[in-house]
């Protein structure tokens, strides 16, 4: 039986290099595939592979005193979810843009915001009602297919586009407002919140765990709506069978969670496809200029 499991660990690394063959090294022992990214500031991996592999690389890993305390986040799904392994040094885990600007201690970043837990979210929008702000922190097209109920989407291509947007003033009406921010699996809350708190907003938040464990605790049932992207084969995943597509299709407009990518591949953009359109897989831009060819 095979799983994918994810997870990430803010702490120093004196020498990622040396971590980098280490963990190249285990993970091909172990007949794992994915990804793994180490930096200065710690490290994050998605991996997929047989469960009795992916045990002893959870058990190994933990073992290394910096990365003692990881949570490992298990889904659905396997090795073949992934190409390749790919086992890389980069300046940040997370790409904002801003390594310089990132503090980690053996805590994690320093002047992060206040983590709260899937029933301390429910609690604090009970308390605060209206005036708390959910603030996805994902890319902009992650959100077409899934986001939490009146979230806030700022318009971002990729994670290095944030810190732009932040200083942009748009967010100022927000900015003494309880603001919630959410991602995958939490690891971009954790430096897009210390960059808020950074550029003056004054009560941030961060879901603990990311919307892979609110699903976890709530499912379809609770704030959450629709389906999850996901950085592997499977593209897309819902929390249950009561999950609703919130997405459009690019032709149609029915609604869809299903993401391909533009069948020219000078494009290769992602494109939301009901099952009615997957035979035309072409983004509206190529679509059009195909026409006019």
């Known amino acids: 039986m095979q799983k994918i499991i994810l997870y990430y660990k803010f702490a120093p690394v004196a020498d990622p290099e040396a971590v980098r063959l280490w963990q190249r090294a285990l993970c091909e022992k172990l007949n794992l595939k994915g990804r793994v990214l180490i930096s200065?500031?710690?490290?994050?991996?998605?991996?997929?592979?047989?469960?009795?592999?992916?045990?002893?690389?959870?058990?190994?890993?933990?073992?290394?005193?910096?990365?003692?305390?990881?949570?490992?986040?298990?889904?659905?799904?396997?090795?073949?979810?992934?190409?390749?392994?790919?086992?890389?040094?980069?300046?940040?885990?997370?790409?904002?843009?801003?390594?310089?600007?990132?503090?980690?201690?053996?805590?994690?970043?320093?002047?992060?915001?206040?983590?709260?837990?899937?029933?301390?979210?429910?609690?604090?929008?009970?308390?605060?009602?209206?005036?708390?702000?959910?603030?996805?922190?994902?890319?902009?097209?992650?959100?077409?297919?899934?986001?939490?109920?009146?979230?806030?989407?700022?318009?971002?291509?990729?994670?290095?586009?944030?810190?732009?947007?932040?200083?942009?003033?748009?967010?100022?009406?927000?900015?003494?407002?309880?603001?919630?921010?959410?991602?995958?699996?939490?690891?971009?809350?954790?430096?897009?919140?210390?960059?808020?708190?950074?550029?003056?907003?004054?009560e941030v938040y961060q879901m603990d765990g990311g919307i892979v464990k609110y699903g976890e605790k709530y499912g379809d049932d609770g704030l959450w709506e629709g389906s999850l992207y996901v950085f592997d084969g499977r593209m897309a995943t819902k929390f249950s069978e009561n999950s609703k597509d919130i997405g459009d299709c690019t032709h149609c407009g029915d609604k869809t969670s299903n993401f391909e990518n533009c069948a020219n591949k000078a494009c290769n953009k992602l494109v939301l496809l009901c099952d009615a359109c997957k035979s035309s897989d072409l983004c509206t831009r190529c679509k059009l200029l195909a026409k006019k060819l």
């Open 40 to 202: 200065p500031h710690g490290i994050n991996g998605t991996l997929g592979g047989d469960i009795v592999g992916l045990k002893a690389y959870v058990k190994e890993t933990k073992e290394f005193p910096a990365f003692k305390g990881t949570v490992f986040k298990w889904s659905d799904g396997s090795s073949n979810d992934f190409p390749k392994l790919a086992v890389k040094v980069r300046k940040e885990i997370v790409t904002f843009g801003v390594p310089g600007e990132i503090k980690v201690d053996e805590n994690g970043i320093v002047g992060g915001g206040k983590h709260l837990k899937p029933e301390q979210v429910h609690q604090l929008v009970k308390e605060r009602g209206e005036d708390v702000v959910f603030f996805d922190g994902r890319n902009a097209y992650e959100a077409k297919i899934g986001k939490f109920k009146d979230a806030l989407v700022p318009d971002v291509e990729h994670t290095r586009d944030f810190v732009k947007e932040l200083e942009s003033p748009k967010y100022n009406d927000i900015k003494d407002k309880p603001v919630v921010t959410y991602c995958t699996g939490g690891i971009r809350c954790e430096v897009l919140s210390t960059l808020m708190k950074n550029r003056g907003f004054k």
